[in-house]
């Protein structure tokens, strides 16, 4: 497919990036299960290697089947190029790597994906980067946390674990007079659901481990690129505006345009940071990605159902799920995410920490794990498990008091899965 204009979501997500195998034929996108490349001759290898010519060396930097699944993955978002990798965490990392240096900070979201929580207050620390959390609800606050040496602004679109969604029409502005790109994690919307390079994002990142694959079989990342970021008006982000000393002095803005960060993100970031996607990985996404839409409709559809049930359930306090009218957030649905609020949600039972944990024994259809994004139906209590860590108070600001529980909604039957939260609520609150 060459021309994309003209198709919609649900042509684009089967056939974006793929063509018929030039070898063989093969309609389906092969699995390139290959390390390496052969060289037509020495100049060919060595255009390839000046990135003079755009071709494969060695399946660190590139691979077809990845290639195929990074180009499905930009046309989906809206984007010029895509970079695959290992995980949605080492998206983050590829994400930052290129922008940040020792002494800069990213000003991020306080409503963040955990294993983000810490990557960002603890690991990064590590390079010498740092993060400013702040309530992406408070404007100010977010303008406020801005200094010399802030080299990007990150939240999620809809933010994990559930009921929150990030008003990117506000956001993506105050970035834009910094001059600060805006990444955005898109994990747990997807491309169908929200698309935030079309409000100001400069890049997005996914964890493909989730909805993208959609049936928990691979763990896979992506970082889309805008390509919209003038990296060379501010000298704040030498590593795409100035000369890069392992190409020659090459200066990828300059060079690549557009496509500066793609570029940048694969000949420096992969090659030597060397977090790859591998191309079964790449595959059973493609797989996935083909379903996305559908999927997703019945991920909404079936979340709006089960939520509204819980809702009304004498057992339980509170739902914090944006698709519900009673979110202080509902109003934002048809702005970032016309087509629904996602499938993660949370409820807090009136009884306390010890129903829960029964809860989360007594389910049967349910399962207890920490992934979502799966087209199994998950649950998890936080409290007992991924933040058993924290201390009261910080279990209450991530969201995770002792009494609450996060449910991620499959597409089974709506009714099954009612039914099975009925008979474990019973059993919990015996
Ligand atoms: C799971 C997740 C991540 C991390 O992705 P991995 O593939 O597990 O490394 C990042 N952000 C969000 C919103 C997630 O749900």
Sequence with gaps: MTDTAQYGFDTLQV????????????????????????FRDADHAAALFNLQEVGYIYSRLTNPTVAVLQERIATLEGGAGAVCCSSGHAAQILALFPLMGPGR??????????GTVTQFSQTIKRFGWSAKFVDFDDLDAVKAAIDDDTRAI??????????????????????????????????????????????GATLVVHSATKFLTGNGTVTGGAIVDSGTFDWSASGKFPSLSEPEPAYHGLKFHETFGPLAFTFHSIAVGLRDLGMTMNPQGAHYTLMGIETLSLRMQRHVENAVKVASWLETHPAVEAVTYAGLPSSPYHER??????????????FALKAGYEACVKLV???????HVANLGDTRSLIIHSASTTHRQLTPEQLEAAGAAPNVVRLSIGIEDADDLIADLDQALAKATA
């Design 333 to 346: 649905v048809a702005r970032i995410c016309p087509k629904g609020a996602g499938a993660l949600f949370t």
């Design 361 to 367: 024994d007594s389910v049967e259809l349910f399962s």
């Design 15 to 38: 056939h974006a990036g793929a063509r018929p195998d030039p070898a063989t034929g093969a309609r389906q996108t092969p699995i390139y299960q290959t390390t390496a490349y052969v």
């Design 105 to 114: 900070n990213v000003v991020a979201s306080t409503r963040l994906y955990g």
């Design 154 to 199: 990150f939240c999620e679109a809809l933010a994990n674990p559930g009921g929150y969604i990030t008003d990117l029409d506000a956001i993506a502005p105050i970035a834009e007079e910094a001059g600060l790109p805006l990444i955005v994690d898109n994990t747990s919307g997807t491309p169908y659901l929200c698309r935030p390079i079309d409000y």
